[in-house]
């Protein structure tokens, strides 16, 4: 019996794999491969955190909470947001989400109109590109590699047509680990304004940055209430990867279209997680200090290992990622990364799969162990010097 062709969705068939778990996937049996492909901290959630929610538990606190999560977590979000100059009601513009990853999804989904234009600064996270394309969306790309890999507003002011809906931005940004510049970010927010268009800010690595760097969110510029849609969540800061708890902070009116998605695809985030996220919030600023002065460490030996390879390297200022450039070496960005699995048990992110001026680079995660990552890096300046010859 002939099956049909069109059993499977063409939009979904056509989507590819993440580039970044395609390569956390071949690391699994292989554990004598060193893996600095995967952005998750190499720190457990701390303590604090963990006996909470072992706490609620035990309590049998494992009902649903309400679609937008509980009220509770969703006043000390409101709260913490008033650090970077942002004010949100939490009772109907702070919506607790399944990791910051599903809100990018709901957000998307929940601005989109046939035909519509997304700009999305690239290099930019694995997972915007395809979930916009699944949406609906045409994407536009901003190559922010030709200005230090950070945006200008007149690149974004460029890029606008009548069609444009949002534009995309990630500071700190991953890959690449750079951040826009406050007076940058400032004439971004008033494109935005002057355009009435949304701007979908990730910040989910907003806690992680170094030396005097600080950051800004879009949100707290004159006017940027009615555009700006905030993504953050506790993955990263607080080392809770598998805890998947995110949120998204706009205005009320936009909330209320995206919490119709998130009640009929997640109804809620997980009730022990966000039990958990309140204590981090609360009380794990100690521990996301250490984790921050550890990673900043680790920075500044990997940075300093990759220029001694002779290999530059936009020096980052938050994340825990860096982005040599190999093209010197004269492999495309997913030729070395393959050779150096195979030939050196060393696992990194081919630049390629980050969008607009991502080839010719690799992305590295220093979020992992200090010896491990030594290991790894005096492998990758063998390999290099092996291909250099």
């Known amino acids: 019996m002939n099956k049909r062709e069109d059993r499977f969705s063409k939009s979904m068939m056509e989507m590819p794999p993440s580039g970044i778990r395609k390569f956390f996937e071949m690391l699994i049996g292989h554990d004598d491969v060193i893996s600095l492909s995967v952005g998750e901290p190499d720190f457990p959630t701390p303590w604090g955190i963990r006996e909470e929610a072992f706490w609620h538990l035990e309590k049998g606190h494992t009902s649903y909470t309400s679609n937008w999560g509980l009220l509770e977590l969703r006043e000390e979000i ?13 009772k109907n513009e702070i919506l607790v989400t399944v990791g910051a990853s599903e809100g ?21 996270y694995v997972s915007y590109v395809p979930l916009a394309t699944l949406c609906g969306f045409n994407v536009v790309g901003v190559d922010s590699s030709k200005n230090g890999y950070y945006p200008t507003a007149e690149q974004i002011r460029a890029a606008i047509t009548p069609k444009t809906k949002a534009v995309m931005i990630c500071s700190p ?62 993955s990263k800061a607080f080392a809770m990867t598998g805890w998947r708890i995110g949120y998204i902070a706009s205005n009320a009116e936009l909330l209320a279209q995206i919490v119709k998605l998130h009640g009929y695809n ?112 005096d492998r990758i300046a063998e390999f290099v010097k092996e291909i250099k010859g």
């Open 173 to 234: 940004n991953n890959p690449t680990g750079t951040m826009i510049p406050k007076e940058e970010l400032e004439k971004i927010a008033q494109v935005v304004v002057e355009n009435q268009i949304w701007c979908i800010s990730d910040e989910i690595y907003c806690e992680l940055t170094y030396d005097d760097a600080k950051h800004t969110s879009i949100g707290s510029f004159p006017g940027m209430k009615d555009y700006a849609i905030i993504l953050n969540g506790f």
């Open 266 to 377: 997640t109804i809620c985030a997980p009730t022990f997680s966000q039990y958990g996220a309140v204590e981090g919030l609360r009380h794990a600023w100690k521990d996301v200090e250490k984790m921050r002065t550890s990673y900043q460490q680790r920075r500044n030996f990997m940075y300093k290992a990759f220029t001694d390879m002779g290999l530059s390297v936009p020096e980052p200022t938050g994340a825990f990622y860096m982005f040599p450039d190999i093209s010197s070496t004269g492999l495309k960005s997913d030729e070395f990364a393959m050779q150096l699995f195979q030939k050196h048990n060393v696992a990194v992110v081919p630049g390629s799969v980050f969008g607009l001026g991502g080839e010719g680079h690799i992305r590295c995660c220093y979020a992992t162990g200090i010896d491990k990552m030594k290991i790894a890096l």
């Open 104 to 124: 990018v999804d709901a957000v998307l989904r929940a601005i989109m109109n046939p035909g519509d234009e997304l700009i999305v600064v690239q290099p930019c």
């Open 78 to 90: 409101a709260l913490y947001m008033e650090k970077y100059g942002c004010y949100y009601n939490p």
